[in-house]
């Protein structure tokens, strides 16, 4: 079954109810992103093409490549990429992160990704196969997602995730092994009185060592209202 789901920048898409669905962490991760005139991105695990349509939809002259294991998110991708208009932006080629063909390395500005974070022993069970791989990570370790990233990038480009917070150890020394150093965090709470529940990061290839520490981003106020920013961040 699908269904249309409207996105921020005022587009939408079109989701398939049994392929991994739009979360709150990808509009997250697309608001963190930062973008520069003309640049090229790269979306590490695309799914059904939503950080690309958001992006695409921010910037008129960036271009969002994709990359997706599962052969229907990936079909899924491309239609929701020419039902907005952005088929000649970019493209979603179903292949393995692991393996990028060899026209993509070092091509890419920014590589992005809301990538499967819980360890395959923790977590929510899915109810598919294909469910379970995009939220744990058995088929693609931090370690395999920077070298992803680092492959794809051009020197100095950067990489934008999202992550579990007490995850972090493990993605930043996954990051450095592969030459890419973290330079922004900034940690979300659903309210202020909870612990963090993601953790925006931004990562330079061959960057120095200096991390920037973001003011945290608070989903509610104390009284359960949403935010000013994340009302700013949905509109």
């Known amino acids: 079954m699908e269904q249309v789901i409207p996105l921020p920048g005022g587009i939408d898409m079109t989701q398939r109810d049994d392929l991994f669905p739009l979360t709150q962490d990808s509009v997250l991760l697309a608001s963190f992103v930062r973008l520069k005139p003309r640049e090229r991105a790269l979306d590490l695990g695309a799914g059904q093409g939503v950080l690309g349509l958001m992006l695409m939809a921010r910037c008129p002259d960036v271009c969002v490549d994709g990359v997706e294991l599962n052969t229907?998110?990936?079909?899924?991708?491309?239609?929701?990429?020419?039902r907005a208009g952005f088929d000649e932006r970019g493209r979603?080629?179903?292949a393995?992160?692991?393996?990028?063909?060899?026209?993509?390395l070092g091509q890419y500005d920014l590589c992005l990704s809301n990538p499967p974070y819980f360890d395959p022993g923790r977590g929510a069970v899915a109810r598919t196969d294909t469910l379970a791989d995009a939220r744990c990570d058995r088929g693609c370790s931090p370690?395999?997602?920077?070298?992803?990233a680092d492959r794809a990038l051009r020197w100095g480009g950067r990489f934008f995730l999202c992550y579990r917070p007490d995850r972090l150890s493990a993605l930043f020394a996954a990051l450095c092994s592969h030459r890419l150093e973290p330079k922004r965090l900034q940690l979300v709470h659903h309210q202020p009185n909870r612990e963090a529940s993601l953790a925006l990061v931004e990562a330079r290839k061959g960057g120095g060592p200096s991390l920037a520490v973001l003011p945290p981003l608070f989903m509610?106020?104390?009284?359960?209202?949403?935010?000013?920013?994340?009302?700013?961040?949905?509109?």
Do not use: F, K
């Open 92 to 94: 979603v080629m179903c």
């Open 220 to 235: 509610r106020d104390a009284d359960g209202a949403y935010t000013p920013e994340i009302l700013e961040i949905y509109r």
């Open 72 to 82: 229907q998110a990936a079909a899924q991708a491309c239609a929701n990429y020419r």
């Open 96 to 104: 393995d992160l692991r393996a990028l063909p060899h026209e993509m």
């Open 143 to 148: 370690d395999e997602l920077c070298s992803a």
